[in-house]
């Protein structure tokens, strides 16, 4: 059973940058890999990133490609989502999320092939 807890979440004008950090504890981090998803307000949650249990594969919405990087340091069981250039349209709450790697990467943007969650951590970017 693995806890997670986001964190780095804040008000940042928009071209701005924001550090999103994942704290995970409960279970063997490396053996998981890890997701970070949004939800606007009146929006359904959507896929931002996802990570392999090694840090060696990662994918990555059309939206946010070039503009953010997922990463994560096994050692530390931690996870981050570096966010450079927001734009407003990226104002959401953001959710990391995991379940154990170790087989096909089919619908890893489906909210519903991780097992659990972090709380969230609200992102605001204002014009």
């Known amino acids: 059973q693995v806890q997670l807890v986001e964190s780095g979440g804040g008000l940042v004008q928009a071209g701005g940058s924001l550090r999103l950090s994942c704290a995970a504890s409960?279970?063997?981090?490396?053996?998981?890999?890890m997701g970070w998803f949004r939800q606007a307000p009146e929006k359904e949650r959507e896929f931002v990133a996802v990570?392999?249990?090694?840090?060696?594969?990662?994918y990555y919405t059309d939206s946010v490609k070039g503009r953010f990087t997922i990463s994560r340091d096994n050692d530390k069981n931690a996870g981050y989502l570096q966010m450079n250039s927001l734009k407003p349209e990226d104002t959401a709450v953001y959710y990391c999320?995991?379940?154990?790697?170790?087989?096909?990467?089919?619908?890893?943007?489906?909210?519903?092939?991780?097992?659990?969650w972090g709380q969230g951590t609200q992102v605001t970017v204002s014009s």
């Open positions: 990570i392999d249990w090694s840090g060696g594969r990662t």
């Open positions: 409960g279970g063997t981090f490396s053996r998981y890999r």
């Open positions: 999320a995991a379940r154990l790697d170790g087989g096909s990467y089919y619908r890893y943007y489906m909210s519903d092939q991780y097992d659990y």
